[in-house]
């Protein structure tokens, strides 16, 4: 045996904190992404300044990417069928609520090519989960979190990954900072709906959803912030995030002058995105189907229409297959069993070392 060589964790000689090193250094080397973008590009437009518009109209959606099934590392085809819709000239600016891809590393450069570039007007993300690994988002497409003004109006776009959901720090001041401007409607926009989780009367409401560990100070400190604003201004807080078991692909709840507003698709028949339309003030929603479908009012899709028993989609067994080969391809799954098998490994040369002491 060459004596200049240390098997792993053969020798007593062997150190346990130089096998820790070399191990983390694998690791690492391992989880380094080589599908590296070589330039940057940003779609996000978060110059919007135009205060002398009183009449326009936008679009928000959510989970473009539709349902785990999906694995082109493109958007849902209910999303790609519509892009003349998305580009019709009557809206000023899109905001998609989250989770816009699957998996953001892999996806991008084929979203850049098929469906960003596809995309004419300013193209907002408030990012979900899946949206974000590591800094990537902001390296390559844009803020997490910014605010901007349109027409008479305070638009913030609010990071719910970040600090378990919590809304604290630069995003806490862009909020203070709408709710105290001279506006006539506020509109927020996020991907986990926050403002559910602490809300007796949503308990059980959105199942699948990503959820806070350990809370989140909407009740505490959001809350109050947006009830300080006086009774004449409209507050609308949207958000993205809805299992693949939803009723509908839109919910709406309202108290007072605060509006809460959930869409999202799942690459469904009941797939679609909500028009916002802005008339002096006046703030209107219509519901926009992505197949054809006829949809109700957005009012309609109420705490009654989701307490209510709707029709399931039946399980279909023939997928559990297609299921388990998406799962065991995708790099999470073989990150998770590397992770679990170095924590392993650590644990079984700590382990051994005690017995030899």
Same mark, same amino acid.
């Given at each position: ?52 518009? #009183? ?66 007007? &300013? ?53 203070? =900072? ?32 990503? *959820? ?15 009830? *300080? ?36 698709? =799942?690459?469904?028949?009941? !797939? ?6 802005? !008339? ?6 219509? &519901? ?18 989701? =307490?209510?028993?709707? &029709? ?5 067994? +023939? ?6 080969? #998406?799962?065991?391809?995708? +790099? ?26």
């Amino acid at each position: 045996m060459d004596n200049n060589r240390i098997p792993f964790c053969s020798s007593r000689n062997y150190s346990v904190e130089t096998g820790c090193w070399e191990i983390i250094v694998i690791v690492l080397f391992l989880f380094i992404p080589t599908n590296k973008i070589q330039a940057q590009i940003n779609f996000v437009d978060s110059s919007v300044t135009q205060d002398e518009i #009183n009449q326009y109209s936008f679009l928000v959606g959510g989970h473009y990417y539709g349902n785990s099934i999906n694995s082109t590392g493109l958007p849902a085809n209910t999303v790609l069928a519509n892009l003349d819709l998305f580009n019709a000239d009557l809206y000023r600016f899109h905001v998609a609520l989250g989770d816009v891809f699957l998996d953001v590393r892999n996806d991008f450069p084929l979203y850049r090519n098929k469906f960003f570039d596809k995309i004419h007007t &300013p193209f907002h993300i408030a990012v979900g989960n899946h949206d974000v690994s590591g800094s990537f988002f902001e390296d390559y497409i844009g803020k997490t979190s910014l605010q901007f003004r349109f027409g008479s109006d305070a638009h913030v776009i609010l990071d719910t990954e970040k600090n378990d959901g919590s809304i604290i720090g630069k995003q806490l001041a862009l909020l203070k =900072r709408a709710c105290n401007s001279d506006c006539q409607n506020i509109f927020i926009y996020s991907h986990r709906p926050v403002w559910s989780e602490e809300d007796t009367e949503m308990i059980g409401i959105f199942k699948d959803n990503t *959820s806070s560990t350990f809370g989140v100070n909407f009740k505490e400190d959001i809350l109050p912030l947006i009830k *300080s604003v006086d009774d004449s201004v409209n507050v609308f807080w949207m958000s993205g995030s809805l299992g693949g078991s939803a009723p509908a692909s839109y919910f709406y709840c309202k108290r007072k002058n605060l509006h809460f507003i959930q869409t999202a698709i =799942r690459g469904k028949k009941r !797939d679609g995105v909500l028009q916002v339309s802005v !008339d002096n003030g006046n703030v209107s929603f219509k &519901p926009i189907s992505l197949t054809g479908q006829n949809l109700n009012s957005l009012e309609s899709y109420n705490l009654a229409f989701w =307490r209510a028993e709707h &029709p399931k989609e039946e399980f279909n067994s +023939r997928l559990i297959k297609l299921y388990l080969v #998406n799962m065991a391809s995708h +790099r999470y799954f073989w990150y998770g069993i590397m992770f679990t098998s170095f924590l392993g490994i650590i644990g079984f040369i700590f382990f051994r070392r005690r017995l030899e002491k």
